[in-house]
């Protein structure tokens, strides 16, 4: 099988970890490398073993893919500029980005696709390792998109595609279920030890209850797996809860407080209204 040449403008976590484990997985070669140091693109060749650093493309990117891994904020720019001074014509164009559009890639006048891997990537070589079975979410042009899948899939990734959905909405998605998962726990720690947890056992104890709500929610609905205080409309609990977060951090309160009313919704729907339902909405809506 003859694999594609991808070229690089801004390899950094998420392109060198990307093609890092495509290459693992024999589903590309890597050409030119381009950040905006030569010693960062050097950096980014030895970490994928593969790849040639250069200050700028040249010519040599014509008939291979261009994968432009930059920041969300640089592509436009970046596509516009390199679209006047494109040194060659590559077969297809693609970013790594969930919220910026494919269209982005116009100006370059190649076929264009975005492939958005549903990960983190903050430490590279710790994503490389547990890369099999990421999902990556494309939109594009539909030619493209089928041309990048069975590089994607053939290495160990599912595949979504996107088609004409609202695109931020769904990075929306990702960053509710990823992101503010983080910031829950460290709210979910930081009470946890000054109620007078040592922190590495609340860590701890907290990782393996979300572990185990997470695994309680497969094949459930969040209503069919929601439990608690507020599904079970236990109004005098609630207010103790919602005195003690006010009491401890004002702010952890407001976020409290908004969660909770999400999540007297859910209860709702699960159970069906309770009598302790308005005066719980009014306490949390205060
Ligand atoms: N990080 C994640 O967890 C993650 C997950 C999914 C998708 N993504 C997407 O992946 C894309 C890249 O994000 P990232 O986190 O990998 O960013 P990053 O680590 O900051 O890397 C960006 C790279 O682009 C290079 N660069 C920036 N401006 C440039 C320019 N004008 N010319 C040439 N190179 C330039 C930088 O070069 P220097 O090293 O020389 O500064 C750097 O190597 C974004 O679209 C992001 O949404 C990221």
């Given at each position: 099988?003859?694999?594609?040449?991808?070229?690089?403008?801004?390899?950094?976590?998420?392109?060198?970890?990307?093609?890092?484990?495509?290459?693992?997985?024999?589903?590309?070669?890597?050409?030119?490398?381009?950040?905006?140091?030569?010693?960062?693109?050097?950096?980014?060749?030895?970490?994928?073993?593969?790849?040639?650093?250069?200050?700028?493309?040249?010519?040599?990117?014509?008939?291979?893919?261009?994968?432009?891994?930059?920041?969300?904020?640089?592509?436009?720019?970046?596509?516009?500029?390199?679209?006047?001074?494109?040194?060659?014509?590559?077969?297809?164009?693609?970013?790594?980005?969930?919220?910026?559009?494919?269209?982005?890639?116009?100006?370059?006048?190649?076929?264009?696709?975005?492939?958005?891997?549903?990960?983190?990537?903050?430490?590279?070589?710790?994503?490389?390792?547990?890369?099999?079975?990421?999902?990556?979410?494309?939109?594009?042009?539909?030619?493209?998109?089928?041309?990048?899948?069975?590089?994607?899939?053939?290495?160990?990734?599912?595949?979504?595609?996107?088609?004409?959905?609202?695109?931020?909405?769904?990075?929306?998605?990702?960053?509710?279920?990823?992101?503010?998962?983080?910031?829950?726990t460290?709210?979910?720690r930081?009470?946890?030890?000054?109620?007078?947890?040592?922190s590495e056992s609340a860590a701890e104890l907290l990782g393996?209850?979300?572990?185990?709500?997470?695994?309680?929610?497969?094949?459930?609905?969040?209503?069919?797996?929601?439990?608690?205080?507020?599904?079970?409309?236990?109004?005098?609990?609630?207010?103790?809860?919602?005195?003690?977060?006010?009491?401890?951090?004002?702010?952890?309160?407001?976020?409290?407080?908004?969660?909770?009313?999400?999540?007297?919704?859910?209860?709702?729907?699960?159970?069906?209204?309770?009598?302790?339902?308005?005066?719980?909405?009014?306490?949390?809506?205060?």
């Amino acid at each position: 099988m003859t694999r594609p040449v991808v070229h690089v403008h801004g390899c950094g976590r998420a392109a060198r970890s990307v093609l890092r484990w495509l290459l693992d997985n024999d589903q590309v070669e890597v050409g030119q490398v381009c950040n905006r140091s030569l010693d960062s693109a050097a950096e980014a060749v030895e970490f994928m073993g593969a790849g040639r650093p250069v200050e700028e493309l040249d010519h040599e990117i014509t008939g291979g893919w261009l994968l432009l891994g930059l920041p969300d904020g640089e592509l436009d720019g970046l596509a516009r500029g390199l679209a006047c001074r494109m040194p060659g014509q590559p077969e297809l164009a693609f970013h790594l980005s969930g919220s910026t559009s494919a269209t982005v890639l116009e100006p370059l006048g190649t076929p264009i696709a975005s492939v958005h891997p549903v990960r983190a990537f903050s430490d590279p070589a710790q994503a490389v390792a547990g890369m099999s079975g990421t999902w990556f979410v494309a939109e594009g042009l539909p030619e493209t998109c089928a041309q990048l899948e069975p590089i994607f899939t053939g290495a160990g990734g599912r595949w979504l595609t996107l088609g004409g959905g609202d695109k931020a909405l769904y990075h929306a998605a990702t960053v509710v279920a990823s992101n503010y998962l983080v910031t829950l726990t460290q709210l979910a720690r930081n009470l946890a030890t000054r109620a007078g947890l040592e922190s590495e056992s609340a860590a701890e104890l907290l990782g393996h209850l979300q572990a185990t709500t997470l695994a309680g929610l497969e094949g459930l609905t969040p209503a069919q797996a929601l439990t608690g205080p507020i599904e079970r409309g236990d109004l005098t609990a609630c207010t103790r809860l919602v005195e003690a977060v006010d009491q401890s951090d004002p702010t952890a309160g407001r976020l409290f407080r908004t969660l909770a009313l999400a999540t007297l919704d859910l209860a709702i729907e699960k159970r069906g209204p309770k009598p302790s339902d308005p005066p719980l909405r009014q306490l949390l809506s205060r």
